[in-house]
């Protein structure tokens, strides 16, 4: 089976702005038996409770927050530009609706932790949960926020631990 190769979080040099709002990540969990994932351009990355972590934010009616639920561990992977279509199908198809496990260009890899990664990522950060909650549109203070939520359906957010950092280092 093959490895990620790894990297101390602390020595990461990337913006996490372009990572995850332009680049976009895959949001993942499960096994590589049995796992979901899900085009994410909103979250971060920083140091709480004296740890490096990753926020992730799903919203209930996806597939792969059924997963995160169930599972400890989730990972985000991010990859160059080559898979921006894949992404944007990863992005608009349900887990429920297509085979995402078998998804042409994307080879599953086991995690350290028995999560699911990718050999075509170049980065992918192992994610231990540490804590969650759901937004609160009552705490909203600026107004605006309300438009992003049409429906109601307000993401839970996921805050994890990075226990690895792995991937196609250049």
């Known amino acids: ?15 996490i702005f372009r990572l995850i709002g332009k680049d976009w990540m895959l ?12 085009t994410a351009s909103w979250g971060t990355c920083g140091i709480l409770w004296n740890k490096p972590i990753a926020i992730a934010f799903i919203r209930p009616q996806r ?21 921006r279509k894949t992404l944007n199908v990863l992005g608009t198809k349900s887990g ?14 086991a995690t350290p932790s028995g999560s699911v990664g990718f050999k075509e990522a170049r980065i992918t950060l192992e994610c231990r949960k540490l ?23 307000y993401h839970r957010f996921y ?8 991937g196609n280092f250049h």
Do not use: C, Q, W
């Not at 089976?1 to 913006?15: H, I, V």
């Not at 804590?131 to 359906?153: G, N, R």
């Not at 805050?159 to 792995?166: A, C, D």
């Open 131 to 153: 804590y969650f909650d759901d937004i609160k549109p009552e705490l909203f203070l600026d107004e605006k926020i309300h438009s992003m939520y049409p429906s109601k359906d």
């Open 1 to 15: 089976m093959e490895k990620f190769n790894r990297l101390d979080p602390y020595t990461l040099n990337e913006s």
């Open 63 to 83: 597939y792969t927050y059924e997963f995160v639920e169930k599972h400890e561990v989730f990972t985000l992977s991010f990859f160059d530009e080559s898979f």
């Open 159 to 166: 805050i994890g631990e990075i226990m690895e950092v792995m």
């Open 27 to 38: 949001v993942s969990a499960g096994t590589p038996e049995n796992f979901n994932m899900m």
């Open 96 to 109: 429920r609706e297509m085979d995402k496990m078998n998804m042409e260009g994307l080879t599953p890899l």
